[in-house]
Nanobody, 124 residues
Framework: QVQLVESGGGLVQAGGSLRLSCVASGRTFSSVAMGWFRQAPGKEREFVATISWNGGATTYGYYVKGRFTISRDNAKNTVYLQMNSLKPEDTAVYYC?????????????????WGQGTQVTVSS
């Protein structure tokens, strides 16, 4: 079973930046897609970004495009989410997710493994 552990969340003022990290256990990390999702209180889990197995393809939710960047380091079994120009509406628990295929889409059902989440709070 793949385990995913997120870190890097916290409290930041609007306009600020944070970088989330997700470290994966197991030997399959470098051959599968990874994604980030978020869930705000009272809302459904929402797609943020995904990256293919080799980093060659990325997709973003329109609400974060141009502000967030997903990347990965397969040598370190780690995927990152650089978040710039943060807004109060970005406040949520952010989850790292691992797929079982080279490239996954925007739906949570496409991902088999999930981290425990890290809280991001953006104050106005």
């Amino acid at each position: 079973q793949v385990q995913l552990v997120e870190s890097g969340g916290g409290l930041v003022q609007a306009g600020g930046s944070l970088r989330l990290s997700c470290v994966a256990s197991g030997r399959t990390f470098s051959s599968v897609a990874m994604g980030w999702f978020r869930q705000a209180p009272g809302k459904e889990r929402e797609f943020v970004a995904t990256i293919s197995w080799n980093g060659g393809a990325t997709t973003y939710g329109y609400y974060v495009k141009g502000r967030f960047t997903i990347s990965r380091d397969n040598a370190k079994n780690t995927v990152y989410l650089q978040m710039n120009s943060l807004k109060p509406e970005d406040t949520a628990v952010y989850y790292c997710a691992g797929a079982t295929v080279y490239y996954a889409g925007v739906f949570p059902a496409s991902y088999a493994n999930w981290g425990q989440g890290t809280q991001v709070t953006v104050s106005s």
